[in-house]
């Protein structure tokens, strides 16, 4: 039985609700990394669940870094007009447009990427690997290999988040779906730099 220490500053970690924290803390027998590991795989079940619910409700979030150089408008939203005022739903954005504006994604799905865009990219490889004198099958998959890397840079929902490189911007959302319990998507996001 996890103890009410271990059920706090699990509690504090991760923000979610007690139940949930003893539940995750008593099936990794009080290991604290191990109950944060277990309300993550949690949290995607739930996100998953969650994914098919209409979310209509939300708001535009502006950011504009502070050399006035940079600004971004992200449309974010959720299942209910309540959710979307809370502090918990504007935290999740404002990371998310902080994240927009330090990394420069170019799309927000994978599935957005035209295969006229990936082409050209592919090109550039081939033309790096020309004169190489390695065999095609490994220059092939080199170059297979750098195309998914670049589609994890350019992807907002691929990206590693800048505050924690081990978390994926998807697994954030999915986090914050889980604490608050509604379906929550990113509609569309631009980013503007002078």
């Known amino acids: ?32 990394e ?40 992200l449309d974010i939203r959720c299942e209910s007009d309540f959710v979307a005022r809370s502090d918990e739903f504007k935290k999740l954005a404002n990371e998310l447009s902080l994240q927009i ?14 295969e006229e865009f990936l082409d050209g990219e592919r090109k550039i490889y081939q033309e790096q690997f020309r004169n190489s004198g390695k065999p095609q099958k490994i220059v092939d998959q080199i170059i297979e290999g750098k195309l998914k890397k670049y589609k994890e840079e350019i992807v907002l929902l691929s990206q590693p988040w800048v505050k924690d490189e081990n978390k994926k911007i998807s697994d954030l959302i999915n986090e914050y779906i889980s604490k608050i319990g509604e379906n929550i998507i990113v509609k569309r996001f631009v980013r503007f730099e002078i």
């Open 101 to 114: 504006a330090a990394m420069n994604p170019l799309f927000l799905t994978e599935e957005e990427i035209t």
């Open 34 to 73: 191990k109950a944060k590991e277990i309300l993550r795989q949690w949290g995607k079940e739930l996100a998953n669940k969650r994914s098919g619910r209409e979310a209509r409700h939300g708001f535009i979030k502006s950011y504009i870094h502070p050399n006035e150089k940079i600004g971004v408008l």
């Open 1 to 32: 039985m996890a103890s009410i220490s271990q059920i706090k500053q699990l509690r504090e970690e991760t923000g979610v609700s007690i139940s949930e924290c003893q539940k995750a803390l008593d099936e990794s027998r009080g290991n604290i």
